[in-house]
């Protein structure tokens, strides 16, 4: 397991929500490959829409860019391992939005 191994990179969370994030992250990472980013994203999501509510969003890969807009409190970017993992809950507004769309 590659708890506590983690490198914050950006955050609005809470230090104890980070950890269960980085703990998710390394369970994912111990259970599948480290190139099927899709089902280490997905087990993440899923383990923190069941702790914390439905409207995560995960995203994990070595490469990729992104734009969007969070719920106050449920950002986090880290590294672990040679991947790196953004998690945060979308905003209401801009879950309102999309939906009108």
């Known amino acids: 397991m590659l708890e506590g191994k983690g490198r914050v990179l950006e955050t609005d969370m ?3 929500m980070a950890a269960q994030a980085m703990s998710c992250a390394s369970q994912a ?20 829409d069941k702790m914390y509510g439905p409207g995560w969003q995960c995203m994990v890969g070595s490469n990729f860019g992104c734009f969007f807009t969070h ?10 391992e040679k991947l790196h993992f953004l998690i945060f809950k979308a905003a209401a507004a801009a879950a309102a939005a999309a939906a009108s769309a």
């Open 71 to 80: 719920k106050k409190g449920t950002f986090l970017y880290f590294s672990l």
């Open 14 to 16: 809470p230090e104890r």
């Open 29 to 48: 990472l111990d259970i599948f490959d480290v190139v099927d980013c899709k089902s280490i994203a997905a087990y993440v999501k899923t383990e923190f």
